[in-house]
């Protein structure tokens, strides 16, 4: 069954720090992978997403994922944590059987709280 | 990418009412998808709403609770009927963008049942 797993609820770090919010996933064929940020009180922001290429993915604010099929693993990073990457965190796959064109829902793991402390 | 607009944004409403959500996207989209998501959880998908044909629901989701409109390429309905407090969620609608390789939300409807 295809599935996305965040195994941490909670995420917290300090200011200045790197942080790492962490994904696996398990699909059939080549995963394309996403990265959303949903801040207190708004709606979902895309970070990045790794369709096919470099396994290091860089995205919005800062962040960047490193795509490790081996481990099914897609961890999203952040060299140094901000008070205001503080949000939400969802990783999510699609899988991208041929011919399903572009119509594919999404899977989504269940969130992980990022708190960074001042 | 596409550009969706959703209304409303937030809702109080009775129980045993019903409240239609729209989602207007700024260009044609063959495809949307509505979801549900409690404060601080992950999105259920509720349905996948395609242009011209009935939507497809999720386990756990009924057309006569949910009702789904998709009457053109830019536009869809969702419709949350005879509202229960179990109900009170936010509600997102979202478009496949990009060929594919990415997905837009809208803003989201944050629903009070009371």
């Known amino acids: 069954a295809q599935s996305v797993a965040q195994p941490e609820d909670q995420v917290n770090v300090a200011e200045g720090n790197p942080l790492t919010v962490k994904c696996t996933y398990s699909?059939?064929?080549?995963?394309?992978l996403f990265w959303y940020v949903q801040y207190p009180n708004r709606g979902l922001q895309f970070l990045l997403k790794?369709?096919?290429?470099d396994n290091l993915v860089k995205g919005s604010y800062g962040f960047e994922a490193e795509f490790n099929k081996s481990q099914t693993s897609f961890h999203l990073k952040k060299p140094s944590a901000l008070v205001s990457d503080s949000a939400l965190y969802f990783c999510?796959?699609?899988?991208?059987?041929?011919?399903?064109?572009?119509?594919?829902?999404?899977?989504w793991g269940l969130g992980t709280s990022l708190a960074v402390n001042p | 990418s596409a550009v969706i607009s959703q209304k409303p944004s937030r809702d109080i409403c009775q129980r045993g009412t019903s409240l239609t959500i729209q989602c207007q996207v700024d260009?044609?989209?063959?495809?949307m998808f509505w979801y549900r998501q409690q404060p601080g959880q992950s999105l259920t998908l509720i349905a996948t709403?395609?242009?011209?044909?009935?939507?497809?629901?999720e386990s756990g989701f009924v057309i006569d609770k949910f009702p789904i409109s998709r009457p053109n390429l830019t536009f869809s309905t969702l419709t949350v009927s005879n509202m229960s407090p179990e109900d009170s969620s936010i509600y997102l609608c979202?478009?496949?963008?990009?060929?594919?390789?990415?997905?837009?939300f809208g803003s989201g409807t944050r629903l009070t049942v009371v």
């Open positions: 709403a395609n242009q011209g044909s009935e939507a497809t629901y």
């Open positions: 260009s044609q989209v063959t495809m």
């Open positions: 699909v059939s064929g080549n995963p394309y």
């Open positions: 999510a796959v699609r899988d991208s059987p041929r011919g399903a064109g572009n119509n594919r829902k999404l899977i």
């Open positions: 790794y369709i096919t290429g």
């Open positions: 979202s478009v496949p963008t990009g060929g594919g390789s990415g997905y837009t």
